[in-house]
């Protein structure tokens, strides 16, 4: 259970109404100061009924080591040509995406600690220029806001909240260090004491309040700045394989008292900050869909009797996630399970996965969209032959029929935009293109 008096840093904080601005002097160390937000614009949506009366279509696009977006060569071209084909590629998608009958994009905004908008608390991403902190010219947020809402689709911006570098290379480090200069710098230089390794990746400390302080005050400046339809993080809290153990022993020890295990308080750190960004978020915006994408099994019931019954990952006791927890107690306004594997797969059968999560959202005002594995669809595997059968569509339709059939399965999320171009999913889009844009 979570221990409520434990939350007296965050009312105190009052994240809501201020961010992180992040300083260095060359005679000191670096600090965080805390400043007020810009103000708040209201950016109003439509009311929840229309806003709802349309199933969840939707589609992940990862910006990370560009996996879908920007394309990979552009960063080697001129900066005109550069910001040139990067707006033409993200238009066509969002054409490609129109004509399928997909209605949302959750667009990449965090890959790690950098932004793909201009922050005033992180620099700009490499995956624009190639370079750290270096301007792209433009303004990648609000350019797919714009082009997206001008084709009547939603966009949802996805942060990775914990993830600082995608692997821990000298000449990574090298490059994070030479954001000192920079404003924004780099939160590897500017609190190092916050950064712990976690496999092959640096990643913050989510024990650290003024981490998740940080973090909180991130999804803030774009809430406040852009007119997103919607905020999502992904399935990364502590771990992002089961072998990246963090080593957290010594915030454990500054601030794990009272807690019964590690586990426990490594669980109440990840709730408090889905809390934290849950408020901040509804106060800045209401309109503002708040969601989180977690691994798709929260227990299994052979830890837990009210687990499900499958043998895979479990994010409780894997990622230290109560994703359950957070639908119960209303922190979510959705949550997008992945449920990446098939009806027959034994150990974690999708028709069970799907069922389980809608008895946990049926008592509460949670919606749950379901992601699906695209991204298997034509794949050969020894486990899950399912996937190529017909190029994957009957597997594929039988999880779309579960999904609009259950009264509480409110739609589908795709995973990802750059599987719907690949050859071994030509059927399974055709089938999509033809199912989805017809209704």
């Not at 992180?20 to 002097?25: A, H, K, R």
């Not at 502590?238 to 010594?250: H, I, K």
């Not at 994408?293 to 109560?322: K, Q």
């Amino acid at each position: 259970m979570i221990n409520t008096r434990r939350f007296p840093r965050f009312a105190r904080a009052k994240i809501i109404a201020a961010a992180l601005f992040l300083t260095s002097c060359s005679s000191e160390p670096p600090k965080s100061l805390v400043t007020p937000l810009p103000p708040v614009a209201k950016h109003p949506l439509p009311d929840k009924p229309g806003q709802n009366s349309q199933p969840m279509r939707g589609v992940w696009l990862a910006t990370v080591s560009r996996l879908d977006w920007p394309p990979v060569n552009s960063v080697n071209l001129s900066p005109d040509a550069r910001i040139r084909q990067q707006k033409q590629a993200l238009t066509s998608k969002l054409d490609n995406l129109k004509s399928m009958g997909i209605n949302t994009v959750f667009f990449q905004v965090k890959p790690d600690a950098t932004a793909l908008w201009p922050s005033k608390i992180l620099p700009w991403s490499d995956m624009l220029t190639g370079e750290i902190g270096k301007d792209p010219g433009y303004d990648p947020l609000q350019f797919i806001l714009d082009e997206a809402h001008q084709r009547g689709m939603k966009v949802h911006a996805w942060f990775n909240p914990y993830r600082v570098s995608t692997n821990i290379r000298s000449s990574t480090v090298n490059e994070l260090n030479r954001t000192l200069p920079l404003n924004p710098a780099s939160i590897f230089v500017l609190h190092r004491d916050w950064i712990r390794t976690s496999g092959d990746r640096f990643v913050l400390d989510p024990g650290i309040p003024e981490a998740r302080d940080w973090i909180t005050s991130i999804v803030a400046e774009v809430v406040a700045r852009y007119p997103v339809d919607g905020v999502q993080f992904d399935d990364y809290f502590y771990t992002e394989t089961p072998a990246s153990t963090l080593n957290d022993n010594q915030t454990w020890r500054q601030y794990g008292q009272g807690f019964a295990s590690k586990a426990d308080w490594r669980r109440h750190n990840t709730a408090q900050l889905i809390e934290q960004v849950s408020r901040t978020i509804k106060q800045l915006n209401p309109n503002v869909e708040f969601g989180v994408s977690p691994a798709g099994v929260w227990r299994n019931r052979s830890h837990d009797p009210a687990g499900s019954d499958t043998r895979g990952a479990a994010a409780y006791d894997e990622s230290f996630a109560d994703t359950r927890l957070w639908v119960q107690k209303g922190w979510l306004d959705y949550i997008a399970p992945q449920i990446y594997w098939p009806f027959a797969r034994d150990a974690a059968r999708y028709g069970v996965l799907a069922k389980w999560w809608s008895d946990v959202v049926k008592p509460t005002n949670t919606r749950l969209y379901i992601g699906v594995a695209l991204y298997k669809v034509g794949e050969p595997s020894k486990n899950e032959p399912d996937w190529m059968v017909q190029g994957g569509v009957p597997e594929l339709k039988k999880q779309l029929d579960m999904n609009e059939s259950d009264p509480h399965i409110h739609g589908t999320i795709l995973f990802r935009e750059a599987y719907l171009e690949q050859p071994q999913t030509r059927q399974a889009v055709d089938y999509l293109k033809h199912r989805w844009s017809s209704r």
